[in-house]
C-alpha cells in the first residue's frame, strides 16, 4: 500500500509542474496572437491600399485597349443561292466586321453597298461542301476580310465574325 501513496503523491507533484508552465505560456501565446494580429492588420493594409494603385492603372490600360480593340461594324444578313451542281442550296449569314477605330466607321457606313456586293460575289462562287468544314469557315472569313481591307484601306478591319450561319 504505501506504493499508492506515492504514486499519488507524484501525480500531484506532476499536476503542479505542469500548471505552473501554462501559466507562462498562456501569456506567451496572448503576445504571440497579438503579433499575428498586427501582421495580419499591417498586411491587409498593404494589400488594401496596392489594390488601389492597380486599379488607377487598370482604368488607364481598360481605356487604351478599347481603342486598341476597335469597333465591331454589323453588316445585314446575307442570303444567297450557293453554286452546288443539281440542286439549289442556301446560305443564310450574318457579318460583324471589326474595324481598327472609330474613324473607320463612317467610311463602313458609306461604303456599305460596295462591302455587300463583295461579300455577295465571295458567297456565291461557293459551294456548300467548301463551307461546311470549320476550315472552310475560316477560309471564307479571311477572304472578306481580305476583300474589305481592299475597299476600306489595308489594315482597317481587324477580324471578320460569322454571327450567323445557316445553309439549306
Known sequence: MPKEKNTKVEEG???KAAE???KKGGKFL??????VVLLGGAAGAYFFLLDKGAEKDKGTTAKESKEAQGVNFPLEPFVVN???????K????????ELANPKVMDVAKAKSPQIRDAVITL???????????????????????QRANQILGEGNVINVYLTD????
Do not use: C, H, R, W
Request: hydrophobic residues 45%; negative net charge.
Open 20 to 22: 505552473a508552465p501554462k
Open 13 to 15: 507533484e506532476g499536476q
Open 165 to 168: 450561319f445557316v445553309m439549306q
Open 82 to 88: 450557293l453554286m452546288d451542281q443539281g440542286g439549289s
Open 123 to 145: 458567297l456565291t462562287n461557293k459551294t456548300s461542301e467548301e463551307l461546311i468544314t470549320p476550315e472552310g469557315k475560316l477560309m471564307l472569313k479571311d477572304e472578306i476580310k
Open 30 to 35: 496572448i503576445i504571440i496572437i497579438a503579433v
Open 90 to 97: 442556301y446560305l443564310k449569314v450574318t457579318v460583324q466586321l
